[in-house]
């Protein structure tokens, strides 16, 4: 399965490809965000998406949809580590006339868990049978989150990225200072990079006071 962020866009000879603006000023550069990944919100099949547009504004959480205490496929867990994505491998068909098209990209993500909480360890033992019946987003210290997000009104189509390939190693230093970690690794092909968003998921989520009546 390929995930195709952009619908297909120019893989028609009859589909006229129009690029888009760029900032105004080519010489004002922002300084970049912190690309480390820190949370992964995994959603089974049968979950509904853990996040929502709501109108025209940016990506919100869906009310109950990650929930860490569930046992079973009904909602989103979320993990939080860290992690990176390599750069993508290319898939190459050699055409006519010396043209050679891309036809679909592999992306490889690696994601380093602490298994200080027995639950972490179960449930990425069973992630390790291979479970790609799910779909997932990561989110970056730049407070940016990656996969599609789609509109609180679509019931018919799923978000998130949809994986080739899940493992998970659970791997044992012999330094004196090793720490019992787990690493998980996640595959997906795609025609371009995920879509990305403002995070309504940030390092500081868990930090905001309680409100009074």
């Given at each position: 399965?390929?995930?195709?962020?952009?619908?297909?866009?120019?893989?028609?000879?009859?589909?006229?490809?129009?690029?888009?603006?760029?900032?105004?000023?080519?010489?004002?550069?922002?300084?970049?965000?912190?690309?480390?990944?820190?949370?992964?919100?995994?959603?089974?099949?049968?979950?509904?998406?853990?996040?929502?547009?709501?109108?025209?504004?940016?990506?919100?959480?869906?009310?109950?949809?990650i929930?860490?205490?569930?046992?079973?496929?009904?909602?989103?867990?979320?993990?939080?580590?860290?992690?990176?994505?390599?750069?993508?491998?290319?898939?190459?068909?050699?055409?006519?006339?010396?043209?050679?098209?891309?036809?679909?990209?592999?992306?490889?993500?690696?994601?380093?868990?602490?298994?200080?909480?027995?639950?972490?360890?179960?449930?990425?033992?069973?992630?390790?049978?291979?479970?790609?019946?799910?779909?997932?987003?990561?989110?970056?210290l730049?407070?940016?989150?990656?996969?599609?997000?789609?509109?609180?009104?679509?019931?018919t189509?799923?978000?998130?990225?949809?994986?080739?390939?899940?493992?998970?190693q659970?791997?044992?230093?012999?330094?004196?200072?090793?720490?019992?970690?787990?690493?998980?690794?996640?595959?997906?092909?795609?025609?371009?990079?995920?879509?990305?968003?403002?995070?309504?998921?940030?390092?500081?989520?868990?930090?905001?006071?309680?409100?009074?009546?």
């Open positions: 399965m390929i995930n195709e962020f952009l619908n297909g866009l120019g893989t028609d000879c009859s589909t006229t490809i129009t690029l888009p603006a760029l900032a105004a000023d080519p010489w004002c550069e922002p300084v970049p965000g912190l690309s480390q990944v820190w949370g992964l919100v995994i959603a089974p099949c049968a979950a509904a998406d853990p996040f929502e547009i709501v109108s025209t504004s940016p990506p919100s959480l869906a009310s109950g949809e929930d860490n205490d569930a046992a079973d496929n009904s909602k989103s867990r979320l993990l939080t580590g860290v992690g990176g994505v390599n750069e993508h491998e290319a898939t190459t068909y050699e055409g006519a006339m010396l043209k050679d098209f891309i036809v679909d990209r592999t992306y490889t993500m690696t994601f380093e868990v602490p298994l200080g909480e027995a639950k972490t360890y179960d449930f990425l033992r069973t992630l390790q049978r291979n479970f790609v019946d799910m779909r997932f987003w990561y989110i970056d730049a407070n940016l989150l990656y996969g599609t997000v789609l509109s609180s009104t679509n019931t189509q799923y978000g998130g990225i949809r994986p080739k390939m899940v493992n998970v659970f791997p044992k230093s012999n330094a004196r200072d090793g720490r019992n970690t787990a690493t998980i690794t996640l595959m997906w092909a795609a025609d371009v990079e995920p879509p990305r968003y403002a995070s309504p998921l940030t390092p500081e989520t868990n930090c905001v006071p309680t409100p009074t009546p």
